[in-house]
C-alpha cells in the first residue's frame, strides 16, 4: 500500500486494521547473488540500490537482531557534507544530494530536515581552518558560508557571546545540512528494498563464512542455518573486526565507545545543528523537542555500548559553555554506540583481499550521514567489481600506499579522530 | 571507570589517556615496511580481555599495562608499561 | 474554590504552622511546609493539572513520586524558568510559582486539543506515510507545526543565574533509598564499622512508610524509622544525604547522585550551590529504590482524578490532602486495599472496589460491608470524564453483567514493578518472575545489590529482612567483621496473589504511556506493521520516550505487545534501561566549569607586566599570550603590528616565548634517545650548541619542531611548540618507558619552571650588555650563532642565553626561573629603553616568521611530510627513527605533494587572506583545478605588502607562477605570484650577525 495522506485517511476509517507489515518477515533461502551482513542503515540502503539501480534483486540482509538496532538507531542523526579533502568531499555530497530525494525515492517520510549546520570558531586559526574547508566545498559545488560573529549572533542569539572562555568568532555554515529521523531511515529502506523483493532476515547472526576450495567466500552460516552467496557484503560498524576475523582479516579499525544524550523535550529553541569549536559538544534539537547532542568518544575501546562519566561531564560542561540558558534543562538519557574508529578517521568501502567478500566499515562516528552515499556505492561495487567514482579512495590498501584521508590530520590513532 | 595506578593509587579514568593495544612490538628497521605496516595500522581489535596501554598524564606519568575486559570495562591488572612494546628488551 | 479545600482537618507529614503561598498559572494559592506542589495542588482542589504531549489531552496527577509523566510545570519564571519540572517531587516552598505548559492559550481551553479531533489519523507513526509531498514544504511547513506543537516547557531566557557544584565521596557501601529496606541496609552495614553512604530522593526518610504507616520492631513505624536515623546519625562512619537520587552507575563503583541542595528554597542562599553532582564511589552497593506502581490500561485511565492507588492514600495519608470525596478501587492485589483503609480513616467515602481477582480475603469482605461498599469482581472498562474530572466509571463485571459506580476518584492497582534501572545500567536484562508479574532484577553491576521491593520483596517484614541481610553481607564481603546487629521486624498479612490485568479493551483511547499519548491500540498497530520488537516498539509509537522514560508504561506496554504476538513477556523482553534515573540538570553535569571558568587560564611570567602595558591578549590553547601591544594614537592593530616589526628590525624588542613546552633531557643515553625520536641527529651535538629538530609520528608525517640545546655531556634541553607540549611529552614518555627501556635516560616536563623571552634585533647585544654580567663574552665569536650557555646576569641571577632566531634577526633566547621572569621584563624595558626597546606580542612574531618562511601550526598540520616542509633533508639515513619506514611510503614521497610555497599578490596593494586556494591561471575552479591552498599571511612591512605561506602541488617547480588565490567564501578572486617562502634576508646574514 503506497503512503500517503490520502492512504492514512483512508485506513483511518476502519481503524488502521489493514496496514500491511512495513516489510515482510522473510525467512532465509538456501541461496542469493548478494547476501548483505547487517541489517542497519547502510546494509538496508545497499541491498535497495542493488535492487532499484542495478537489477539485482535476489538479495538478502542478514541482522542479528532487529534492523536499526546498531548504530543506525542510536546516533545524533546528523546528515551534512563539509568535508575538506578528495575522496571525502565528493563522497559525502553525493550522499547529501541522495537525502534529498530520499523520501520520495523510498515513500516513506524520513524526516530529513536542512535546517542547516554551523561550526563555530573561537580563534583566526580555527577561522582559516574553516575558510579553507568551505572554499574547497564551494570549488565542489557545495554550499558553504563563513559567518562573522553578527551572523552567528542573528540566528542563534541565545549563544554565549559574552563572558565566554573562548568567545565566539564566528562560523561555517552549510544551509543544507540537517537531521533526518534515524529510525525512519531504517525503516524506509527496509519498506523500500523489501517491496522489491529483497529479504530482511531478523534475528539471523553469522557465525562462520563458507568458503570454496580457492578460499572464495561463497555463503554464510548463520544462527538460522547455512546461505549460499554470489557475494558477501560487510556493513557491520562497530562489529567490523569480529565479523572480519571470521574471514581471518585484521583491519585497520578499533572499536571505540560513543556516548549521544538527549535532553527532556522543551519548546523549539534550536533551529539547526550547531558545534562548539572550543570544546567537545554539538547539539541539534529534535522534532520531539529533545537537545540531542553529544561530543567525543570516551577515548578508549569498547563493546560495551555504553561509557563513562568524564566524558558525559566534558560534554555538559561544553554545553553550559556555549548555552548557559540550558542550565535547568535536564539531560534525559545518555547512551553509547560502537564507532568503527579507522586509522585515518575516513571509511573503507573496498573489495577484500578474500575473493567474494566486501567491505563497508570504518566510518567512525559520522557514519549516519553516509547512509545514503554508502549504499549506493557500495552496491555500485557489489554489483560491478569496481569502484564507485566518489568512494574510490576509500581502498583498504591506502594505509600501505600513504594516500590515507586524515580531514583531522591525527595519523593512525583512532582515539583522536 | 576507575584505573589502579600502581604509583598513585586508583584514579578516574579521566586522569588517563589511551593508546591502544599493548601487545604490538614496534619492529626494528630491518624487520621491514610489512612488519611496520602491522604495526602502525592494523589491529585485534580484541572483544574481551585486553592488554593496553595507558597513561597516567593527570597523576605520575607512568605509562601502564592495563589488563581490561572490552566487553565489560572490567579491569584485572595493573602494572608498569616499561618495555611493553620494545624490540629489544633483554637483548640488552 | 477555597484554599485548601481538600485538605483534612488533621493528619499527615505536613507542618500546619508554616503556612506557604504560591501560585499555579497566576492564581494565589496556599500550602504547608512538608508538601509537594502536587499535594498542594491536591489539597487546593486542583485536578487539571497539564496537557499531554500529542492529542494535548487534559491531565491530572497519576502519581506521588519522580516516575510522574502528567504533572509536569515550569516552575519559577525568567532566568530560573525550569521547564517539565515534577509537581510529585518539587517542594512547596513560599513564593513558588508554577505554571501549566504545552498549552495556548490556557489550560483549560488549550487550543491544541483540537488534535483530539484527528486522532483517527493521528496514530503511532502516521508521520511516517505522509507530509512527503511536495518535498519543500517539510522544512517550510509541516515540521515547524510538528515542532510549535511538540515540545513541553520553554527553556529559561536567560543564562542560568545558580551555581552548581560536584563533589567526590568515596565508601564502603552505597545504600541507594531510604525506606524500610535502605534504612535496614545502611543499619547493618553501618553498625559493623563499614563507611557507608545512604542517599534519599526525598526530604524525609522512610520511603512508603511516610504513606503506608504499619509497625516494626513493636513501634509506629514512623518511630522505628526516626529511631533507625537516629542511630545512623550516631554512627560516625555513616554518611546520610536527604534530597539525593542516585542516578546513574559506572565503571569501578563510581555512581553518581544530584543532590538538590537549594530546590526547596526560593534562590539558593549566598555561596550555595543549587543542586551538587556527587561521584560516589562505592566498593558495594545496595539498591533499595523500591519498585513502582503500575497503572492498568483501560478506556479513560488518563481522566484527572484517576490515579494509582499508592499515590492516592501518599496524598491522604502522607500529606492529609483528598484528592476526591468519594473514591473507588480498581485493583489486581491486596496492595491496592490499602488505599481503601487510608481513605476511610481519613473519613472519605469509599464507593465501589473492582477487583479481578474472584477471590477475596475475609478481612477485606468485612471492610466492605462495614464501609458499605460493594466489591465488583471483573474490571473498569471505561472512565467517562474530562478536564473537570471523572464522570462515571464503567466496570465489565467478571460474570459479563455491567455497573456503573459513581466517584470523582478512582485508585488503580495494577501491581508493582520493581526500580530496575540501576541494576540493569550496565546491559544486564532484568529476569521475569511469574509469581509477582513483574522483572526483577539480573546480573547487576559488579558489587551491587539489589534488595527489598526493587528486588520484588514487597512485604514489609521481607524488606527489612532483606536489607538487612544486603547491609550485613555487602559488609562483610569487604571484611568488616563487627556483628551487623539484629535485623527488625514486621509481619506481613497473608496475601491473595496478584492476578495480572495489562489492559481492559473498550471502547476509546487506553493509554499506556500517558505523556507520550500512547494507547494499547497504537501498540497493536506497531504489531501489525511488524515493529514487534521492544525496541521497534519503543522508536515506532515513542512509549517509553518522554520525561518519566517508562517508569509506568514500558512493562504495560510490551506485556501488551506480547499479547497481540502471542509471545510470553520475557520472550517479549525488554528496552535498554539508560541513565540518568531521573533527569539531572544541565547545570549540574557541566559544575564550576562553564563561562570564563570552562577551561583553565594559563599565564604567562609576563602577563601582569603585559597587562599593566595594555596588551591586547590572545587565547593559543589555556594560555592568554599578549597579541600586541597597542600605543596611543595607533588606529588599528596592524598599525601596532606593524610598528613592533619595525622595531625590532631596526632596533630592540623581546616577546614571551614561556609557552614553549621545555622538556629536561636528563642521563647517558639522551644523545641516542634524542636521535631515536628526531629525524635529524642530536647525538654528535657538542656541548653549548642548539639544533632545530624536527618529530615525525610513526606514520611518517611531522608531529612537531622546535629547538633542542645540549647543556652538559648527558643534559639536553628539548622544547616544543605551545599547541604540543603536553602530547610531545606523553609522546616522549612513551618512548622512554614502553619502546625503549633499555636506554639510560630521564625526562622532566620544566614547561612552567622557565620564563623565556626571545630579544630580537640589530641592537640585541646592546641590550644585553646592560642586563648580563660584563665579564660574559657576547661577541659573534664568544657567542656565536646557534650557541648555548648558562650566562650571570648582573645581580647574580643565572640564566640561560640560546642564539636562536625565530624572527630571522640577530636574536637570543634568554630563560631564567619562571619567578624571575616579571622582574626580567622590567629589567629589560629599564636597559633597553636608550635603545629604544619594545614588546612585541604574537602577531608580529607571527608576521616575522612568514617573513622568514618558518612553518608553523597552520602548516605543521598532521598531514604534511618533512620534505612538504622542505625540511627533508634533514632526515638522517644513518639511524632508526620514529616514523622513518612510513615515511618512505609511495604517497609520502610522491612528486605531486602540496608543498610549502611563498605567496604575494601580484597587485601589491591586495589583501591576501588564508584559506584561499589555489587554482592555475585560465582554469575553472573545480575538485580537478584546486592545486593547493593559502596557509599563512601577514602584512609584510619590509615588502610592504601582504604575503603569505601555501601548500601547493608540485611547488617547487612553480616558483614565479602566476595562480589565481579563489576566495568564493568571502567573495575574492585575485591573482598570485608563487614565490620562494624565504621573504626577507634569504641568506640569513641578519641572523649569523
Known sequence: ????????????????????????????????????????????????????????????????????????????????????????????????????????????????SQRGIVNLYHSDAQRDAYARRGNAMRINGIDAELLDQDGVRKMMPFLNFEHARFPIQGGLLQRRAGTARHDAVVWGYAHAADKLGVDIIQNCEVTGFTRDKAGKVIGVETSRGAIGAGKVGMSVAGSSSRVAAMAGLRLPIESHVLQ????????????????????????????????????????????????????MEDVCEGGMALMPIIGRVRLLRQWGGIMDMSMDGSPIIDRTPVEGLYLNAGWCYGGFKATPGAGLTFAHLLARDEPHEEAARYRLDRFRTGWTIDEKGMGAQPNLH | MRIACPYCGPRENGEFSYLGDATPVRPSLEQGVDAMLDYVFLRDNVAGEMQELWYHGGGCRAWLKVTRNTLTHEISAVEAARGAGAAKVGKR | MSSQSHRLASGGLIDRSTPMNFTFDGKPMTGYAGDTLASALVANGVRLVGRSFKYHRPRGILTAGSEEPNALVELRSGARREPNTKATTAELYDGLEAASQNRWPSLRHDFLSVNQLASPIF??????????????????LYEPLIRRAAGLGRAAEAPDPDSYEKAWAHCDVLVAGGGPTGLAAALAAGRTGARVILCDEGTQFGGRLLSDGGEIDSMPSGEWAAKALAELEALPNVRIMARTTVTGVYDGGVHSALERVSDHLPVPPAH????????????????????????????????????TASAMRTYISRYAATPARRIALFTNNDDGWKTVEAALAAGLAVAAVVDSRAEISAAQRETARGAGFAILNGAVDRVDGGKDGIGSISVALAGGARATVEADGLAVSGGWNPALALTSYHRGRPKWRNDIAAFVPDSPPPGMHAAGAANGSFGLAACLADGHAAGASAASDLGFSKSAGKASSAADAPETPLSPVWHVAGKGKAFVDYQNDVTASDIELSAREGFQSVEHLKRYTTLGMATDQGKTSNVSGLAIMAAVTGRSIPETGTTIYRPPYVPTSMGALAGTNRG?????????????WAEEQGAVFVDTGLWKRAQWYPRAGEKDWLESVTREVRTVRSGVGFCDVSTLGKIDVHGPDAGAFLDRVYINTFSTLAVGKARYGLMLREDGMVYDDGTTSRLAEDHYFLTTTTAKAGPVMQHLEFCRQVLFPELDVQLTSVSDQWAQFSIAGPKVRDLLREIVDPEEDLSNEGFPFMG??????????????????????????????????????????????????????????????VEKGHVAGPELNGTTTAGDLGLGKMMSSKKDYIGRTMAGRDALTAPDRQVVVGIRPTDKARRLRSGAHLIPMGEMPE???????????????????????????????????VMRAHDPLRGEDYDVEICNPVFYDPEGGRQRG
Open chain 3, 123 to 140: 496514530v503511532a507513526g502516521f508521520y511516517y506515510k505522509t507530509f512527503m509531498w511536495p518535498a519543500a514544504l517539510w522544512e517550510k
Open chain 3, 927 to 961: 575538485p580537478s583545478t584546486d592545486h593547493g591552498y593559502v596557509t599563512s599571511v601577514c602584512f609584510s612591512p619590509m615588502l610592504d605588502q601582504w604575503i603569505g605561506l601555501g601548500l601547493l602541488a608540485r611547488g617547487r617547480d612553480r616558483i614565479g607562477e
Open chain 1, 260 to 311: 549521544a544524550f538527549v535532553s527532556e523535550a522543551i519548546k523549539p529553541l534550536i533551529p539547526g545543528v550547531v558545534t562548539f569549536g572550543a570544546g567537545h559538544f554539538y547539539v541539534s534539537q529534535s522534532d520531539k523537542g529533545g537537545l540531542v547532542f553529544g561530543g567525543d568518544i570516551d577515548g578508549y575501546n569498547s563493546y560495551a555500548q555504553r561509557g563513562n562519566m568524564p566524558t
Open chain 3, 596 to 608: 570564563e571558568h570552562f577551561h583553565a587560564t594559563r599565564l604567562t611570567p609576563s602577563h601582569h
Open chain 3, 272 to 307: 550555595t550551590p543549587r543542586q551538587r553532582l556527587w561521584r560516589i564511589v562505592a566498593r558495594r552497593s545496595v539498591v533499595a529504590a523500591g519498585a513502582i506502581e503500575r497503572p492498568i490500561v483501560f478506556p479513560g485511565n488518563d481522566v484527572p482524578g484517576v490515579m
Open chain 1, 1 to 112: 500500500m503506497k503512503y500517503s495522506i490520502f492512504s492514512l485517511a483512508r485506513a483511518a476509517l476502519n481503524g488502521h486494521k489493514n496496514w500491511p507489515r512495513t516489510w515482510r518477515d522473510a525467512a532465509p533461502k538456501k541461496h542469493y547473488d548478494v547476501v548483505i551482513i547487517g541489517g542497519g542503515g547502510h546494509g538496508l540502503a545497499t541491498a535497495w540500490f542493488l535492487a532499484s539501480r542495478y537489477g539485482i534483486k535476489n538479495v538478502a540482509v542478514l541482522e542479528k537482531g532487529w534492523i536499526g538496532s546498531g548504530n543506525a538507531g542510536r546516533n545524533t542523526t546528523i546528515i551534512r557534507s563539509n568535508y575538506m579533502l578528495p575522496g571525502n568531499i565528493g563522497f559525502y555530497e553525493l550522499s547529501m544530494k541522495l537525502w534529498e530525494t530520499m523520501e520520495q525515492d523510498l515513500n516513506y517520510n524520513t524526516m530529513v
Open chain 3, 788 to 849: 648555548v650557555r648558562e650566562v650571570a646576569l648582573r645581580g647574580g641571577i643565572r640564566a640561560r642565553l640560546f642564539r636562536i632566531s625565530f624572527s630571522g634577526e640577530m636574536a637570543f633566547e634568554i630563560s631564567v626561573p619562571a619567578r624571575f621572569g616579571d622582574a626580567l621584563v622590567r629589567n629589560l624595558m629599564r636597559a633597553g629603553e636608550p635603545f629604544g626597546i619594545i614588546p612585541y606580542g604574537t602577531e608580529a612574531l607571527g608576521v616575522m616568521r
